[in-house]
């Protein structure tokens, strides 16, 4: 169980347009999702925390109006990545919480190029 | 300011000796600690947790302790195998019983040789 499905895996796109990524959790209900984004030989960095029917609470320095959240239900939360540019380009991953207890399930990550 | 430090970047390991992952905090509001596994361009994978309410804990290969008075926690794999080469991450968070944000320290990139 507790399995995270991220969509697409892979995404190049042109600068300036928009993409979204996609986090469901495939065998549980998520109430909490987080979205962190990872640079080469980091650490992961968390971006946003996300709660069913309510606004993300965006962590320090990220930009809300550039990284939109959305986690309408209780199984999906998409990350949409506006106005890309060359420096969004990163591995984005997904995780999400259950009710009881603290660990948090990712998803497989999403490797974004923007060209 | 980082709250979860893995001091060492990188770890080497003959094949069937013990591998000991090291990770210190600083804030004593932690009171659940998790490590994780990666491989390259995968998501993490959850491996082990500790209690701040306990001092070890034991899955198999995999043991945590915990030291609360140091800020210290280890992860202990023995015997060693291949199949854990990976970067291995300390994470922690402030809440111990829903799910809360979880701050991860930087990462120890474990290299088994045979």
């Known amino acids: 169980g507790a399995v995270v499905s991220q969509h697409p895996s892979r995404v190049i796109c042109k600068s300036g347009t928009s993409v979204k990524i996609e986090c469901r959790s495939l065998d549980f209900q998520a109430t909490t999702m987080f979205w962190y984004r990872q640079f080469p030989k980091q650490s992961l960095m968390l971006m946003a925390t996300?709660?069913?029917?309510?606004?993300?609470?965006?962590e320090q320095g990220v930009e809300k109006d550039k990284f939109l959240i959305n986690h309408a239900s209780l199984t999906l939360s998409t990350l949409t990545v506006t106005s890309a540019h060359p420096e969004d380009s990163s591995f984005y991953i997904c995780?999400?919480?259950?009710?009881?207890?603290?660990?948090?399930?990712f998803g497989p990550g999403t490797r974004l190029t923007v060209l | 300011d980082q709250q979860v430090k893995q001091n060492s970047p990188s770890l080497s390991v003959q094949e069937g000796r013990i591998s000991i992952l090291n990770c210190d905090y600083t804030?004593?509001?932690?009171?659940?600690f998790l490590w994780y596994k990666k491989y390259p361009a995968e998501g993490p994978t959850f491996l082990i947790s500790i209690s701040s309410i306990k001092d070890k804990n034991e899955d198999g290969r995999f043991t945590v302790f915990l030291n609360k008075s140091a800020k210290h926690l280890s992860l202990h794999i023995v015997p060693s195998q291949p199949g854990d080469s990976a970067v291995y991450f300390c994470a922690a968070s402030p809440v111990g019983s829903s799910a809360s944000k979880i701050i991860f320290g930087s990462g120890t990139r474990l290299s088994i040789r045979p």
């Open positions: 995780s999400a919480g259950r009710q009881a207890g603290v660990e948090q399930f």
């Open positions: 996300s709660n069913e029917g309510s606004k993300a609470t965006y």
């Open positions: 804030n004593s509001m932690f009171d659940y």
